[in-house]
């Protein structure tokens, strides 16, 4: 693959009802059970160990994010707050086994940091593939491989991503990113959101069952209950795995905060019970930054832009810190100007920053799907699941006020922005939602497809996290082949939606065209599940619509 990168650029409405009311644990007290929870079996030592595995993310033309964890001693468990400063090194090189070193330098883990670090090296070649490490008191880190990013003026024949989103630990295993792994071919993998689950332990729909418990048991409200969850999920073999072979670009949905977070509070959040929601915004916030191979960007959040070469530049949005409440369904408050999913910044950077682009696509990394979404006239078994999953009134309005459908403003000013500048080849990348879609993002829904499709979307679903099938307790398909068709009807620019399955997808990018090809594990509840190509959908140049393809890149 030729070479394909700039640096990132920073560029009152009625309380919806809790989803469920949790009782919240003392704001104040950190359990040893459940900190030692997030410790893996036989893993106390008196010598520093890479616990939590290293990662990479946000490439750069000259540059990436290293990242890791040492447990310096036993009790420094994550969100301890225990444990000695140690100097931790690190080392980048070109081949497998570090013959030819070309940066190196060490940093201090600190309990500040629950002994986190990040090294952003600087001073590489474009377009390469390094290898990096990590060591500390003569101990070395598992190796890993990372790439950085094409020239930002490089012609580049190509570039593949996986996209992955929605991870409840509790609900199964992590096959899809070890899928993702196992494939050898991606210059990044994109995560679009809710990589951790807040949750307390069977609190999530899991079929009623909790395939594994994470930890801490109890709902994460404090700085130490969200390190001690993030501290869990880097155990995981799988995303260990995926975080060692290529660079990871992420952005936070609700979960990494609270089910339905907004900028001033959350369905999941009891104000007083639970303390402040901006208390707890930011101990989300900061363990986030510390847990993650994430640049903060602008105003400490995850809005940012990234560019590969003349193909792409792909741009980040934080759809959670700068949002208004979510309104009412049917309330008629979906259309109010002053009510914002963005925030005006954000708006007015991402209008800026489509405009000036000069790569041939423009990538959106999107947490909740913009396309527009009506129900229609589906029967009473199929609605109330899917009105479950989307936190929809069950009369039948249509409406999940949480994605951009309740911030109508903020979608009509961006598509007529595209529009108005002619402004193509603009594609959503989008997760949240636990189901696959393959969707046009029309002007004007109500008269589509007589009016013209604005941009595309492609929407993947979650890697464990309840999808309909899930919800309704039938084995998958069974829903999809009921509801899709009626959803379809009723949404004309939606070309494809699979309501049941769970997976991942895989983004491949040409001149002529965006390619998504959706695949599907066998069993989120097997840790050997295999995965499966299920459909692929592509966009090709100039035409701001969806189209199938009948075989995967």
């Given at each position: ?33 459940p900190l030692i929870a997030a410790l893996p079996a036989g893993a106390a030592t008196d010598t520093p160990a890479f616990l939590h595995g290293v990662a990479s ?391 589509y497809p007589l009016s013209p499709s604005a941009a595309t979307e492609f929407v993947i679903t979650s890697v464990t996290s309840d999808n309909l099938d899930d ?83």
């Amino acid at each position: 693959m030729t070479s394909r990168y700039r640096a990132p650029e920073g560029a009152n409405s009625p309380s919806p009802r809790r989803r469920t009311v949790v009782k919240a644990a003392a704001a104040t007290a950190v359990l040893a059970g459940p900190l030692i929870a997030a410790l893996p079996a036989g893993a106390a030592t008196d010598t520093p160990a890479f616990l939590h595995g290293v990662a990479s993310g946000d490439p750069l033309p000259d540059g990436i994010l290293l990242w890791t964890r040492v447990t310096p001693t036993a009790e420094a468990v994550p969100g301890s707050g225990l444990g000695p400063d140690t100097e931790v090194s690190w080392t980048v090189a070109t081949d497998k086994a570090f013959t030819n070193i070309v940066a190196k330098g060490s940093l201090t883990a600190t309990a500040d940091s629950d002994h986190t670090v990040k090294a952003d090296i600087r001073g590489l070649a474009p377009a390469t593939a390094y290898y990096f490490r990590f060591s500390a008191g003569g101990t070395n880190s598992p190796a890993a491989r990372t790439r950085t990013a094409p020239a930002a003026d490089a012609n580049v024949s190509g570039l593949r991503f996986g996209v992955v989103t929605c991870a409840n630990w509790e609900a199964g295993y992590f096959s899809s990113y070890r899928h993702l792994a196992a494939r050898n071919d991606l210059d990044a993998w994109l995560h679009l959101g809710d990589y951790i689950y807040e949750y307390k332990s069977g609190e999530y729909g899991t079929r009623g069952t909790v395939v594994r418990p994470h930890a801490p048991l109890n709902e994460i409200i404090t700085l130490a209950d969200y390190r001690t969850r993030h501290g869990k999920y880097k155990t995981d073999p799988d995303l260990q795995a995926l975080h060692s072979k290529a660079p990871v670009v992420a952005i936070w949905d609700d979960h990494e905060f609270a089910d339905n977070a907004w900028s001033g509070g959350a369905v999941n959040h009891t104000e007083g019970a639970e303390g402040t929601w901006t208390a707890r915004q930011a101990a989300a916030k900061q363990a986030y930054f510390e847990w993650m191979p994430v640049r903060p960007a602008i105003e400490g959040t995850t809005y940012r832009r990234l560019r590969f070469g003349k193909l792409a530049d792909l741009s980040l949005l934080d759809l959670r810190s700068f949002r208004s409440q979510q309104a009412s369904s049917g309330s008629g408050a979906v259309d109010d100007p002053d009510r914002t999913i963005t925030g005006r910044a954000q708006l007015d950077w991402l209008k800026a920053g489509l405009k000036a682009s000069d790569t041939k696509w423009r990538l959106v990394g999107n947490s909740v799907m913009i396309a527009p979404f009506v129900i229609g006239s589906l029967t009473a078994d199929l609605l109330k699941p899917l009105a479950k999953l989307l936190d929809l009134p069950q009369d039948g309005i249509g409406v999940n006020t949480d994605q951009w459908d309740g911030y109508t403003d903020d979608r009509r000013e961006l598509l007529a922005h595209l529009r108005s500048n002619a402004i193509g080849n603009t594609v959503f990348l989008t997760g949240d939602i636990h189901m696959s879609w393959a969707n046009d993002v029309p002007v004007d829904a109500g008269t589509y497809p007589l009016s013209p499709s604005a941009a595309t979307e492609f929407v993947i679903t979650s890697v464990t996290s309840d999808n309909l099938d899930d919800i309704v307790k039938v084995p998958e398909g069974t829903v999809s082949a009921l509801a899709a068709p009626l959803i379809q009807l009723a949404n004309r620019h939606v070309h494809w939606v699979d309501t049941d399955r769970h997976g991942y997808g895989v983004l491949d990018i040409t001149a002529d065209r965006a390619q998504m090809d959706y695949y599907v594990l066998s069993d989120r509840t097997s840790p050997t599940a295999t995965a499966s190509w299920e459909r692929s959908y592509r966009t090709r140049s100039g035409t701001q619509k969806v189209e199938r393809t009948y075989d995967p890149v």
